[in-house]
């Protein structure tokens, strides 16, 4: 009579000491984890929330753009990956021109005194 269990998992015989049987093999007794699904990448979502953002709250032009190429790309992203992503791509590349762009204009205003109290 063998040891083994029919599925090759050796069980540990009554007294063995603790440590001299092998480890299980890899995922023995846990179901494998899910499939990845292709579903919309998170890059592209925070993309698409922070153009949102940066269209209300600094009224950046180029976010507008940056908003429409995220949405876009969440909705190709199950079918042409790499469409997606160089779409992706582009709307951080907007979102971060935008930014500096809007900076700029608070640093160039604020230099020539238009803040200052008259």
Known sequence: MSQGDPSGYPYQPYGAPYGEQPPPPYGYGYPPPPP????????????????IFALVSCCNVLALPGAILAGLAIGKSSHEP?????????????FGVGFVLTIGTFIVLGVSGAFDDR
């Open 36 to 51: 990845r699904g292709n579903g919309p990448s998170a890059n592209a979502i925070v993309a698409l929330v922070l153009n």
């Open 82 to 94: 790499g469409t997606a992503r160089t779409m992706v791509m582009w709307s951080w590349i907007l």
